[in-house]
């Protein structure tokens, strides 16, 4: 199996991509912020979920299929950025509202917990990210391939939780003053619908 040094380098790396700005942790931060911690940690358990879908699929191979077809590519990153427009115009839409960790979530849990599976599943650049940063990492020397990028995406996910997380809890406390300011709360709705605009204009042009 793959070697303690070796797992251990990759979750350092794992870690640091986690902290580089992306979409998926501007979407989590976003979603704590605007809506409480327990909101963001539902996207990030979301998101994680979504690993687990392109961890499987590079491991038996599956994420081949966006780098050969330009069609696979183009409808997967077509679709990610509908779901990103549609997230703009509904928080464009949005009025102030209450938020406190002791009321109910405007949004379900389970609505929330969606919300970051479609967001990464959507993102054809996460199965090619994962195609092209797992096997730096596997050796077939050491047995099987399938096991080997499993384990490694396990890791991965371990430590998007524990920094995606960390961000959730920490944008999460922004929520108390959102409460002081419904005017900043609508003004922070604006800017989560320009974030997902932009993110939705970058996915969208995105080149296989």
């Not at 690993?51 to 990153?77: D, E």
């Not at 609508?186 to 969208?204: E, H, Q, S, T, Y």
Request: charge should be positive; include cysteine.
């Amino acid at each position: 199996m793959i070697p303690l040094e070796t797992l251990a380098t990759f979750f350092t790396a794992s870690v640091l991509l986690g902290l580089a700005p992306g979409p998926d942790n501007i979407f989590v931060l976003t979603q704590s912020a605007l809506r409480g911690k327990i909101a963001g940690l539902l996207v990030t358990l979301g998101l994680c979920t979504g690993l687990v879908v392109h961890t499987t699929a590079v491991a038996f191979g599956v994420a081949v299929v966006f780098q050969a077809s330009a069609l696979a590519f183009t409808a997967l990153k077509l679709g990610g950025a509908g779901y990103l427009f549609y997230l703009a115009w509904h928080a464009f839409r949005a009025s102030a509202e209450r938020i406190s960790a002791g009321r109910k979530i405007e949004l379900s849990y389970l609505t929330l917990y969606k919300r970051g599976i479609i967001m990464n599943v959507t993102n054809p650049k996460v199965s090619i990210f994962f195609l092209a940063f797992l096997p730096q990492f596997a050796d077939p020397g050491r047995g099987s391939l399938t096991l080997q990028m499993l384990l490694l995406g396990g890791v991965f996910i371990v430590s998007t939780i524990l920094v995606f997380g960390s961000i959730a809890l920490l944008a999460g406390s922004i929520g108390q003053w959102l409460n002081r300011s419904p005017k900043f709360q609508v003004i922070m709705n604006r800017m989560a619908g320009v974030v997902f605009v932009g993110l939705a204009l970058k996915l969208a042009t995105v080149r296989q």
